[in-house]
């Protein structure tokens, strides 16, 4: 799938603008601090709803203005969709698909996967097992509607627990409905469990490969999920927990404590790994997502690069780009010096200058 255009008005800094990508790899170059990454936003909240940085809708409206717009053009197996986000200061968004507006957000799943990487990313190995839960989410949510549903309930039910956990402090008698949220949470946690560990081990394969390629066949990555607790043993343990559970007010079982582990020859690389090593294990995941998505979908989805080339050096670089062909790559970057150097094929290049596009 591509991305043909996108238009916006009053989304962050840009009053006004209007973008038309080539469909393989486009540059967005321009000073910090002038509209890049927001682009890069706009299209993600196409696709998924959400920004990439978790900003609430009023914070990406240009500021002193009410509502922003967002109209994007998307062709997906042969066929033109357009997404429409309204955003508004003191109300949820509206969206639309081919100007048909549409109740929940989870309708426009499908439309147009996108896979957004920043220079965090390059940091889940070495980061705190959350940033790998959301990876893990962010990738399901986006390939599997049933998941989507099971997580987000899996989440309410869990706040719902530890909320009434607090209450039962101050108030013994409400004890008896806890029984209630643990049937929940072990319905939805078991799900999400086994919908995890499917998807780290179709994934594992891939990430193995894609590394192996990257250190010259010098590395054997494996990765394997590591769940707080296992599907048929959850009931069991969040009982157990309870009495403990109770006096801190919050869930210490299930699969909000999720890991993932990589190894290379036996050694936990989030714990032993040398730095380079554990951003090139970044790299391996983020790019197993392409074929982790063509797979499940049969398209290939959009990549956004967001300033992660810099970041990089230039074997990662080329091994990058050079894996990337079919794939329409959208691509911010302070300079054009890398890809000058390394004539890097570029179909489209635009300048960014204050919220508009420069002549370059
Ligand atoms: N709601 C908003 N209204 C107006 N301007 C905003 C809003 N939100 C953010 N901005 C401004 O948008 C500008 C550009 O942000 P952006 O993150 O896209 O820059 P960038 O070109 O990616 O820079 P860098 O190279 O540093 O990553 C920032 O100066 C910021 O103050
Ligand atoms: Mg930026």
Redesign the pocket.
């Known amino acids: 799938m591509i991305i043909k255009s996108v238009e916006l008005s009053n989304?962050?800094?840009?009053e006004q603008l209007d973008i038309a990508f080539d469909e393989k790899t486009n540059i967005i170059y321009?000073?910090?601090?002038?509209?890049?990454?927001?682009?890069?936003?706009a299209a993600y909240v196409s696709g998924t709803s959400k920004s990439h940085k978790g900003s609430p809708d009023k914070?990406?409206?240009?500021?002193?203005?009410t509502e922003?717009h967002i109209k994007t053009m998307v062709e997906k197996g042969g066929k033109e969709y357009q997404i429409d986000i309204h955003l508004r200061k003191n109300k949820s968004k509206g969206i639309a698909i081919n100007k048909v507006p549409i109740k929940k957000a989870s309708e426009l799943f499908g439309f147009l996967n996108i896979i957004f990487f920043s220079p965090d990313d390059l940091n889940i190995i070495k980061d705190g097992p959350t940033e790998r839960r959301r990876f893990i989410d962010s990738e399901l949510c986006q390939l599997d509607k049933i998941y989507l549903y099971d997580l987000t309930n899996y989440k309410k039910t869990l706040e719902q627990r530890n909320r009434l956990m607090k209450d039962i402090c101050f108030n013994p008698s409400l004890r008896d409905t806890l029984s209630v949220w643990d049937d929940k949470l072990i319905e939805y946690g078991k799900k999400v469990i086994r919908r995890r560990r499917e998807f780290i081990d179709e994934i594992s394969g891939i990430v193995t490969d894609i590394h192996s390629n990257i250190s010259g066949g010098r590395e054997i990555l494996q990765i394997s999920y590591e769940p707080n607790v296992d599907d048929i043993f959850f009931g069991d343990e969040l009982i157990h927990a309870r009495e403990k559970d109770l006096k801190y007010g919050q869930t210490s079982v299930g699969p909000h404590r999720d890991d993932i582990k990589f190894t290379i020859a036996n050694t936990d690389i989030r714990k032993f790994g040398s730095q380079g090593q554990q951003r090139t294990c970044a790299l391996s995941l983020k790019l197993s997502e392409i074929k982790i998505v063509e797979q499940t979908i049969g398209e290939k989805p959009v990549l956004l690069l967001?300033?992660v080339l810099s970041e990089l050096d230039s074997n990662r670089q080329n091994f990058l780009l050079g894996s990337l062909y079919d794939t329409q790559t959208i691509i911010?970057c302070?300079g054009l010096d890398d890809f000058v150097k390394n004539r890097f094929q570029i179909n489209k290049i635009f300048h960014?200058v204050e919220?508009k596009i420069a002549d370059s």
């Open positions: 989304f962050r800094n840009y321009g000073d910090n601090a002038q509209g890049k990454t927001n682009i890069l936003e914070e990406m409206i240009r500021f002193g203005e922003g967001d300033d911010t302070t960014i919220g």
